[in-house]
T-cell receptor
Framework: GQNIDQPTEMTATEGAIVQINCTYQTSGFNGLFWYQQHAGEAPTFLSYNVLDGLEEKGRFSSFLSRSKGYSYLLLKELQMKDSASYLCAVQDSNYQLIWGAGTKLIIKP | ETGVTQTPRHLVMGMTNKKSLKCEQHLGHNAMYWYKQSAKKPLELMFVYSLEERVENNSVPSRFSPECPNSSHLFLHLHTLQPEDSALYLC??????????????FGSGTQLSVL
């Protein structure tokens, strides 16, 4: 079967750096997405990786290793507003999106 | 504001009720989706519409009935639901059905409670 694993919950301190990991086993690979979802709000797109390496976008970066079936989302200079759930999703060979259960990130002052 | 609006935000219904969820997108997209989000579980794709035609139905029980009258509007009609159907129902849209780097734009969802 197809599977996406990410930690259920993480805690970090304001101003620090946190890395949220995502590992996947899917039937083929056509790209990996990260979405952010604040409580009670819509998930919003953060990043897309299809080639190996690091994609940087301001305080957020996303990394992909296709050979290892692994990605991470790196958040720098954490702010209280970064408290949210972070969803990892992989497109399989049929371009179907396979979703992880999400990582709830709690930022403490 | 994502450009996708869902109503109502909250809904409580009995198992014998009939209700409808509404979704509207103002982005000019051609594809629309219904997802179910349960606590601590992955998003579950329920239905996909492309240019108002249903292109995917992921074995959803018949008590859920979608309707797409035009490319901007999507409904989910609910009847004789079960308590396990309680969840957050998310609508999403994209320029075309999922493929390549096509990102989804989500609404804020309808939190449904079935008593």
């Amino acid at each position: 079967g197809q599977n996406i694993d990410q930690p259920t919950e993480m805690t970090a301190t304001e101003g620090a750096i946190v890395q949220i990991n995502c590992t996947y086993q899917t039937s083929g690979f056509n790209g990996l997405f990260w979405y952010q979802q604040h409580a009670g709000e819509a998930p919003t797109f953060l990043s897309y990786n299809v080639l190996d390496g690091l994609e940087e976008k301001g305080r957020f970066s996303s990394f992909l290793s296709r050979s290892k079936g692994y990605s991470y989302l790196l958040l720098k200079e954490l702010q209280m507003k970064d408290s949210a759930s972070y969803l990892c999703a992989v497109q399989d060979s049929n371009y179907q999106l396979i979703w992880g259960a999400g990582t709830k990130l709690i930022i403490k002052p | 504001e994502t450009g996708v609006t869902q109503t109502p935000r909250h809904l409580v219904m009995g198992m014998t009720n009939k209700k409808s969820l509404k979704c509207e997108q103002h982005l000019g997209h051609n594809a629309m989706y219904w997802y179910k989000q349960s606590a601590k579980k992955p998003l579950e794709l329920m239905f996909v519409y492309s240019l108002e035609e249903r292109v995917e139905n992921n074995s959803v029980p018949s008590r859920f009935s979608p309707e797409c009258p035009n490319s901007s509007h999507l409904f989910l009609h609910l009847h004789t639901l079960q308590p396990e159907d309680s969840a957050l129902y998310l609508c999403a849209s994209s320029k075309s059905p999922q493929g390549g780097a096509e990102k989804l734009f989500f609404g804020s969802g309808t939190q449904l409670s079935v008593l």
